[in-house]
């Protein structure tokens, strides 16, 4: 009797702690079932800082963990690996977010994977390094890509010549070119700013810097450093350009063995007949275009459309998105990802692109279709990648050198700033072929 109570008791014993061992099991379970992901919404009245969303989407990649773009669901949301940090994060930056159980994120993705959904869940796998071709000296303007890194709290390195021409460009995925003037006529600044104290100690800076490098010419020591870019896109990396640094970009390389600075930028005369030299086939996105040769005209080419801009009034001044099928052109739908699909027109000394300048291989992703103007294209060139957007800064319309800059807790929401960490983010995603 007494071994036979002393058994029972051990039985008892162990359905207990089996009984425990169940109960902690599915209470893990339901706190899982209940926690599993953080769903950060991109409408446009859901979320109160779209820019820093994508700084928090960066960290959480930085941090190892997993993520996916849920391209046209709510504005472009992305979903993330739950954890404390992340929502803390989140809270830090005062960026909207909601945590939804694994249940809850099934039926999401249920519903974008349906072929009757223009939507597509794309997997974000690395944070990409980044680098910002800039001046090292402060300039008398702003950049809008470094604002918004900044403000986004998305690291990056600045890099210029020098680190260039050592090959550095190779430790980075992104790459984005300041307003630069690859063609060495210092930002066409002439028939202003001669006399001005900034522009003559730029291009005395400038000068140095060429012979430091070994050029004789700012144009010789530009234009290798646009080939080096130019070599960095073709071999696999991401290039993102704005205003002056697209036009001027390929207008570099399409001169490539040709003087076409006159003499008060690099001591001699342009030469004469180099319209008959300018090789369209050596550029990324422009062709057929004409350069200006009057050395005081703050324009490189017929490219830019900014003294073309008929009858469109500041009021009036918007630029609509082009929409693709995100199930088969995901690459341009994630980099036209936004909470509308008009977006405010901002001027720059490239303002936008006359449309039969840009080639018929690139895609033109925002337009002002009634001007045919091209705002916002992108294109392949070899293994990497390009997008230029045109204009100065998407919240200052008419940025002059001096003035204050753009304060962007003013503009958490800006779907022209938008734009820009689209491509900051995209070189992340697992890229699939693309149709269009």
Same mark, same amino acid.
Request: proline share 4%; glycine share 6%; net charge neutral.
């Given at each position: 009797?007494?071994?036979?109570?002393?058994? +029972?008791?051990?039985?008892?014993?162990?359905?207990?702690?089996?009984?425990?061992?169940?109960?902690?099991?599915?209470?893990?379970?339901?706190?899982?079932?209940?926690?599993?992901?953080?769903?950060?919404?991109?409408?446009?009245?859901?979320?109160?800082?779209?820019?820093?969303?994508?700084?928090?989407? #960066?960290?959480?990649? +930085?941090?190892?963990?997993?993520?996916?773009?849920?391209?046209?669901?709510?504005?472009?949301?992305?979903?993330?690996?739950?954890?404390?940090?992340?929502?803390?994060?989140?809270?830090?930056?005062?960026?909207?977010?909601?945590?939804?159980?694994?249940?809850?994120?099934? =039926?999401?993705?249920?519903?974008?994977?349906?072929?009757?959904?223009?939507?597509?869940?794309?997997?974000?796998?690395?944070?990409?390094?980044?680098?910002?071709?800039?001046?090292?000296?402060?300039?008398?303007?702003?950049?809008?890509?470094?604002?918004?890194?900044?403000?986004?709290?998305?690291?990056?390195?600045?890099?210029?010549?020098?680190?260039?021409?050592?090959?550095?460009?190779?430790?980075?995925?992104?790459?984005?070119?300041?307003?630069?003037?690859?063609?060495? &006529?210092?930002?066409?600044?002439?028939?202003?700013?001669?006399?001005?104290?900034? #522009?003559?100690? &730029?291009?005395?800076?400038?000068?140095?810097?060429?012979? !430091?490098?070994?050029?004789?010419?700012?144009?010789?020591?530009?234009?290798?450093?646009?080939?080096?870019?130019?070599?960095?896109?073709?071999?696999?990396?991401?290039?993102?350009?704005?205003?002056?640094?697209?036009?001027?970009?390929?207008?570099?390389?399409?001169?490539?063995?040709?003087?076409?600075?006159?003499?008060?930028?690099?001591?001699?005369?342009?030469?004469?007949?180099?319209?008959?030299?300018?090789?369209?086939?050596?550029?990324?996105?422009?062709?057929?275009?004409?350069?200006?040769?009057?050395?005081? &005209?703050?324009?490189?080419?017929?490219?830019?459309?900014?003294?073309?801009?008929?009858?469109?009034?500041?009021?009036?001044?918007?630029?609509?998105?082009?929409? #693709?099928?995100?199930?088969?052109?995901?690459?341009?739908?994630?980099?036209? =990802?936004?909470?509308?699909?008009?977006?405010?027109?901002?001027?720059? =000394?490239?303002? !936008?692109?006359?449309?039969?300048?840009?080639?018929?291989?690139?895609?033109?992703?925002?337009?002002?279709?009634?001007?045919?103007?091209?705002?916002?294209?992108?294109?392949?060139?070899?293994?990497?990648?390009?997008?230029?957007?045109?204009?100065?800064?998407?919240?200052?319309?008419?940025?002059?050198?001096?003035?204050?800059?753009?304060?962007?807790?003013?503009?958490?929401?800006?779907?022209? #700033?938008?734009?820009?960490?689209?491509?900051?983010?995209?070189?992340?995603?697992?890229?699939?072929? =693309?149709?269009?």
């Amino acid at each position: 009797m007494v071994f036979r109570f002393k058994n +029972n008791i051990n039985k008892n014993n162990k359905l207990s702690v089996l009984s425990v061992i169940w109960t902690v099991l599915l209470l893990f379970a339901t706190q899982i079932s209940l926690a599993s992901f953080i769903l950060i919404p991109m409408d446009d009245v859901t979320q109160t800082n779209h820019l820093k969303a994508y700084g928090i989407t #960066y960290w959480s990649l +930085n941090k190892g963990n997993k993520a996916k773009w849920l391209l046209n669901y709510e504005g472009g949301s992305f979903l993330l690996e739950d954890n404390e940090a992340t929502r803390n994060e989140c809270k830090i930056r005062g960026v909207t977010f909601n945590v939804i159980s694994d249940t809850e994120a099934a =039926q999401i993705l249920a519903e974008i994977a349906s072929p009757s959904k223009n939507m597509e869940a794309v997997v974000l796998e690395k944070a990409p390094k980044i680098a910002v071709y800039s001046p090292k000296n402060k300039m008398p303007w702003d950049d809008a890509v470094t604002m918004v890194l900044t403000y986004a709290e998305i690291p990056f390195d600045v890099v210029y010549d020098t680190e260039v021409l050592e090959e550095k460009l190779l430790l980075y995925e992104w790459l984005h070119l300041h307003h630069e003037d690859f063609t060495g &006529q210092y930002g066409k600044f002439y028939g202003s700013y001669r006399r001005a104290p900034w #522009y003559i100690e &730029q291009k005395k800076n400038a000068e140095k810097l060429a012979t !430091s490098l070994g050029y004789k010419k700012v144009s010789e020591e530009k234009l290798a450093v646009a080939l080096k870019i130019r070599d960095f896109v073709i071999g696999g990396g991401f290039m993102f350009a704005m205003c002056s640094a697209t036009e001027s970009f390929d207008i570099a390389l399409s001169a490539e063995g040709t003087d076409i600075c006159e003499t008060m930028f690099d001591g001699d005369p342009s030469e004469l007949d180099y319209h008959n030299h300018i090789d369209f086939n050596k550029t990324f996105a422009f062709k057929n275009y004409t350069l200006v040769k009057n050395p005081e &005209q703050y324009e490189f080419s017929s490219i830019d459309m900014s003294m073309k801009r008929k009858g469109i009034r500041r009021t009036a001044d918007y630029f609509s998105l082009k929409e #693709y099928s995100a199930k088969w052109d995901p690459i341009p739908t994630m980099l036209c =990802q936004n909470h509308t699909m008009l977006v405010k027109g901002f001027m720059g =000394q490239t303002t !936008s692109f006359e449309r039969e300048s840009v080639k018929s291989n690139v895609l033109v992703m925002g337009e002002v279709e009634s001007n045919k103007e091209a705002r916002y294209i992108h294109g392949v060139k070899g293994k990497g990648m390009f997008t230029f957007y045109g204009g100065h800064d998407p919240e200052d319309y008419q940025h002059r050198v001096g003035d204050p800059k753009t304060e962007l807790d003013l503009h958490p929401n800006s779907p022209g #700033y938008r734009l820009i960490l689209n491509n900051v983010l995209f070189p992340a995603a697992k890229k699939k072929k =693309q149709k269009t």
